[in-house]
């Protein structure tokens, strides 16, 4: 594999297209070496293969805001690669949203889902609808316009979407009612629902529970304890929200959140109600965090990220590319232990270089936030047995799950001198998986 030439070709047919650019480029970093141990690779063109979505479906989304006025927003399925089981990701809505940032997101689920020793491929959509400030009258036409196109392209057995950033729990259940009416069947082909038409439980607070999993097991590996740890986190969604449940019940203090308009920072620790009205803020619709502030009297620092926060334990838990090199720097010097990217790409390159440099634990998104596609699996495995499990039985499965995530990362990312590179691991033990399943099918 020629990494630059596959790199240049692919620029040169999806300029622009940067985030995608990017994910593609750090697992082909990471896969090169093993890449060319396995000629067969080569030869069947794995590499060229996987870095190309199966196929993309762009729609227009009209819908009809409250005042009467006709809004026309673009929907999107990024279907990646279904190698190893039906497509499956979230769909994102928010204003950032292109087919670069879909792009990324659909070809790190690939590696994600493989993780989870769950048969799932990896896909992605979303719109650059903005669920800010609409009302719920809005939020349920819009879902049922973008659905109007997309179930043509989805299944239960074809393509499985979920949420993601601005699709939570109401936009799945909207989504689902329009599917269920066009497709005449109640199935699993949508995961993220409520519990009363086949959602399960601890699907919420997966992502951030499965996240507080792996960073402790990183610590334990280490011979650390997550106890008495300051950690920082960024967001205040449903991601941050998991984490601090989490993180709070391992003994650690959660110190930061944060939204668009700056951080909080609550030196007694953000916990108990404090977690509780983190939902109360989300449903405000205003999408900041300085309430939190004047709430429970803890200090609101404007316009700026957590990362400068002294902390033993940061993470991501907001979007791309929110910890960038200079925050990498302010954290290591403040004696920062572990960052662990409950977000999707949390880290710039430059950001993970340094920290990698400075040998500080680094888990990266796919295997980090895996939980929370591992629970959406979870939850295709009781609707199509049509039963629900307890709350205790599906934790545990997932606990089961991030421990055989982590085990896969240290197999292939350990490094002569002991430190575990888990982006390496990562990306070396989900690629194995689906070149694998990709090389026994044939060219297809
Ligand atoms: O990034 C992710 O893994 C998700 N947004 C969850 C995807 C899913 O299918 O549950």
Not at 11 to 21: D, I, N, T, V
Not at 116 to 135: C, E, H, V
Not at 234 to 255: D, P
């Amino acid at each position: 594999m020629n990494i630059d030439n596959l790199m240049h070709s692919l620029e040169a047919r999806h300029p622009g297209e940067h985030e995608y650019l990017q994910a593609v480029k750090e697992v082909l970093m990471t896969i090169e070496e093993v890449y060319n141990q396995h000629p067969e690779f080569e030869k069947a063109k794995i590499a060229e293969r996987l870095v190309e979505p199966d196929r993309i479906f762009t729609f227009k989304v009209p819908w009809v805001d409250d005042r009467g006025d006709v809004q026309v927003n673009l929907g999107y399925r990024v279907q990646f690669n279904n190698a190893i089981g039906p497509y499956k990701g979230g769909l994102r809505f928010h204003s950032s949203v292109n087919l670069s940032i879909l792009k990324f997101l659909g070809f790190e689920q690939i590696f994600k889902n493989a993780l989870t020793t769950l048969p799932m491929g990896g896909g992605k959509g979303g719109s650059d609808f903005n669920p800010r400030g609409k009302s719920d009258a809005e939020v349920m036409r819009f879902c049922q316009a973008f659905m109007l196109e997309l179930w043509r392209h989805i299944g239960p057995e074809t393509d499985v979407p979920a949420g993601d950033i601005g699709v939570g729990a109401r936009e799945v259940g909207y989504l689902y009612g329009m599917y269920r009416k066009l497709a005449r069947e109640n199935t699993g082909v949508l995961t993220g629902k409520n519990l009363e038409f086949g959602g399960s439980l601890i699907r919420p607070e997966a992502t951030g529970f499965g996240g507080l999993y792996f960073v402790n097991q990183m610590l334990e590996t280490a011979g650390l304890s997550i106890k008495g740890k300051t950690v920082a986190i960024s967001g205040f969604g449903n991601v941050a929200w998991g984490a601090a449940l989490k993180a709070t019940e391992l003994g650690a203090k959660v110190v930061t959140i944060s939204g668009p308009d700056g951080y909080i920072y609550d030196e007694n620790g953000i916990a108990g109600e404090k977690i509780d009205y983190m939902l109360e803020l989300r449903a405000t619709c205003n999408d900041i965090v300085e309430p939190y502030a004047e709430q429970f009297g803890a200090v609101f620092v404007p316009g700026r990220r957590p990362w400068e926060v002294k902390v033993d334990i940061a993470l991501p838990c907001a979007t791309q590319n929110e910890l960038n090199e200079e925050d990498a720097r302010t954290l290591i010097s403040n004696g920062v232990i572990c960052v662990g990217e409950i977000s999707n790409m949390g880290c710039t390159p430059e950001a993970i270089d340094l920290l990698l440099h400075h040998k500080v634990m680094y888990g990266p998104g796919k295997a980090v936030n895996a939980g929370g596609v591992a629970t959406s699996g979870l939850e295709m495995t009781q609707n199509a047995m049509h039963i629900a499990w307890t709350a205790a039985e599906v934790d545990a499965k997932l606990q089961q799950i991030m421990s055989q995530i982590h085990d896969q990362c240290v197999r292939h990312g350990r490094e002569a001198d002991g430190y575990i590179n888990y982006m390496k691991g990562a990306n070396i033990a989900g690629f194995l998986k689906v070149a694998k399943a990709m090389l026994a099918q044939g060219v297809v």
